[in-house]
Every structure is written in C-alpha cells, then in structure tokens.
C-alpha cells in the first residue's frame, strides 16, 4: 500500500500572484544591496531583508500582504535613492 505524499495547498490566482511580487520584491532588494558601496552595510540590510521577509513570511491576509510589499517598495524605492545619491 502506498501512502500519499503531503501536498502543498492549492494557491487560488490571488495568491499565486502575490506570492510572485513577493518573491520579485526580495530579488529586487538584494539586487539593490549589492550596489552598496560598504560591504558591511550590505550584510546588515541583507540581514535586515531576511529578517523582515521570515517574520512575516506566515502572513495569509492578503490585505497584509499587500500592505508589507507596498512597504517593501517604499525601502527599494529609498535604499535605491541613497546609493545613487552615494555614487
């Protein structure tokens, strides 16, 4: 007799969708930290983005959801104007 594997659940359009912008916005984030000029600066925001992304990474809310990547936008948006400014 075989048992079945546990299967992830189904993720409605939503969801998926979001789970994508999350995922681009993460990439996004380490894409800009590594133009950070110091390189001790840059592990403190990677570990800062790390931290941020795991704690809320349970959040199913998709109002919530939607609020932390508008708040993750806001920080690329600000640590991109920084290091161009540092140029």
């Excluded at 659940?9 to 912008?21: N, V």
């Excluded at 800009?32 to 790390?50: C, F, G, M, N, T």
């Amino acid at each position: 007799m075989k048992i079945p594997a546990k299967s992830k659940p189904t993720l409605s359009l939503q969801q998926f969708i979001l789970k994508q912008e999350v995922k681009n916005l993460y990439r996004q984030m380490f894409r800009a930290i590594r133009e950070v000029p110091d390189k001790s600066h840059q592990r403190e925001l990677k570990d800062w983005v790390r931290t941020e992304f795991r704690q809320n990474s349970n959040n199913t809310d998709e109002t919530v959801i939607k609020m932390y990547i508008q708040y993750g936008k806001r920080c690329l948006r600000q640590l991109e104007s920084s290091v161009g400014l540092a140029k």
